[in-house]
Every structure is written in C-alpha cells, then in structure tokens.
C-alpha cells in the first residue's frame, strides 16, 4: 500500500481469490483500492461511500467526487474495475463483464470489514459505474441481450477507449460452449444489502438492465446526466432508471454539460462536476446518518 501525500487517497491491492486475473489466469483477480478517510476522525463507526469509475476510466480520477463526501464526514473507497481501467491497461473480458464489477465492490467490502467495522454504506458511480452502483441496490442485466450483442444480433455503439473490442472477444470465445463461458454469471443478482442509498451520475448501460430487477430496488437513488450528454444519452441509459426504480429521483446537471466534463481537463462547464458533487455529499447526508 502506498500514501502519496495528505490530502491524497491511500492506494492499495487487494486480490481475490476466487476469480483469476485477466492476464494470468493463474493469479487471483487484483482489485485496487483508492480509500479517502474523513477530515475528521472519529472513533464511532464512519459511513463509507464506494465509488465506481466509468469505461476505461480510474479511480484516481474519481476525487471530484471522493473530496466533498470526504469534506462530508464520509469514509470514501474508489475502485479500479480490472481489465477496464487505464492505470494496469485494457482486456476485452474488462468491457464486456460488466456484472464483474458489482462483485469487486462487494469482495471490497468483505475485506474492510474484516480489518475495522463501518458504518452505513453508500454506492456511487460514473457512466458504467453508474451502472456498478445501481447493481449493487439489485440491477440486474438481461443475459439473452448481452449474448445477442456477443453475437452481433444487436449492435451497440463503438467504445472509443477500446475499438473493435467485441470482435476481440468474439475471437477468443467463437464457439457456444466459449460465449457460455463469457457470459457465465451475466444475470445473477448482485445485490449487497449494506449498500443503503445508490448515486448516480449519467449512468450507462441502461439499455442492457431489466426493468423487473429495477422495479424492485427499493434504496433511495439520486441520479444526475448531462443535457448534452451523446455517450450516455437521457433516453436510452437515463430513463430506463429513472421510469423503472420506484425510488429514483433526479435532474440535468446542465443543458451544455456533456459527458467528458465529468472528467476532463477542459470541461465546458467547469462548475458541473463541483455542482454534482456537493449534490452526492448532501445527499448520502441525508441517508447514510
């Protein structure tokens, strides 16, 4: 484990033993942690907040949001999703597995437990860790339209961090007992009852999510979008969570936010993520005290 500075997250490895590493299937799966602690200690147990990065991102980029819910009172743990983030680098299994990420969080959370009790747990998420996030509440995704898209019956739009990455895995799985495998645990439940309250921000892969499993979250869940948001769109990833999940609410961040202000350098609305975070921040206060 390593600490880069005061005001920097602790960074640390955990490894989990039960799925192997994308590169070396012989080795547990690495699942990286970027853990914040609040300004203010306390001895009693501390809320915690996870926080899932989007596609191909990290949690290192996440601390537009870690620091106001750290500013908060909150205990704030963000992830590296294996095989999709851009620290370790690509594989294709990353972006295509998406139901592995849910289960980082929760092997995440069986782990600090173990070294120090917590409080209340919140979720939050970017694009698809808007998607890891809602999961974790009992999102589930629809296997038979994961394996249409597998099979290239549906088409989704290229991602730009990974070009060509279904035919990639569409090489490495070409038979139907290999996409079986691909696509093994696809539609499981990966609820996580400490997880108490779920924070969206233009989540993705709403098209993919079954509408019965988001009919019966029944955690409070805050979800915010950008009003120019092409990645990401209000009416194909947006809505399906907000129609469907009894306890959603939510807003635009802004008709000109697009997707990349959540994290790039040069955002055209530099305020959003700032807006959006002491959003999250008040709103896990409301929940998770």
């Known amino acids: 484990m390593k600490i880069i500075g005061p005001e920097q997250p602790l960074i640390r490895v955990l490894y989990d033993d039960s799925r192997p590493d994308l590169r070396k299937p012989d080795q547990p799966r690495p699942v990286r942690l970027y853990s914040w602690e609040p ?3 306390s001895a009693a147990r501390v809320p915690l907040v996870v926080v899932s990065h989007g596609t191909g991102g990290s949690g290192r980029t996440m601390d537009w949001l870690a620091r106001p819910l750290r500013a908060a009172g909150f205990r704030v743990v963000a992830f ?24 980082d969080v929760s092997f995440a959370l069986d782990a600090l437990a173990r070294e120090r009790p917590f409080g209340p747990v919140g979720a939050a998420g970017f694009s ?13 995704l629809d296997p038979r339209l994961l394996r249409a898209v597998l099979t290239g019956a549906v088409s989704l739009p290229e991602i730009p961090e990974f070009p060509g990455v279904l035919e990639r895995v569409r090489k490495k799985y070409p038979d139907e007992e290999a996409a079986r495998r691909a696509l093994d645990g696809a539609g499981a439940d990966l609820s996580d009852d400490r997880v108490r309250a779920v924070f969206q921000v233009a989540p993705g892969a709403g098209p993919l999510v079954t509408p019965r499993s988001l009919a019966g979250v029944r955690v409070p869940v805050e979800v915010r979008w950008g009003g120019a948001d092409t990645v990401a769109p209000y009416d194909s990833d947006i809505r399906p969570y907000l129609e469907h999940i009894p ?14 202000d959540f994290f790039a350098p040069r955002p055209a609305d530099p305020a ?3 807006r959006v975070g002491a959003e999250a921040a008040a709103f896990f206060r409301r929940h998770l005290r």
Request: aromatic fraction near 8%; charged fraction near 30%.
């Open 128 to 140: 698809l860790g808007g998607y890891t996030a809602a999961a974790l509440a009992g999102a589930r």
């Open 272 to 274: 959003a993520r700032d």
């Open 80 to 103: 590296d999703h294996h095989g999709n983030n851009f620290v370790d680098g690509y594989e294709p299994e990353g972006f295509v597995r998406i139901w592995d990420r849910p289960r």
């Open 39 to 41: 300004d203010r200690p």
């Open 247 to 260: 306890t959603a609410s939510g807003r635009s961040a802004g008709p000109e936010v697009r997707h990349d």
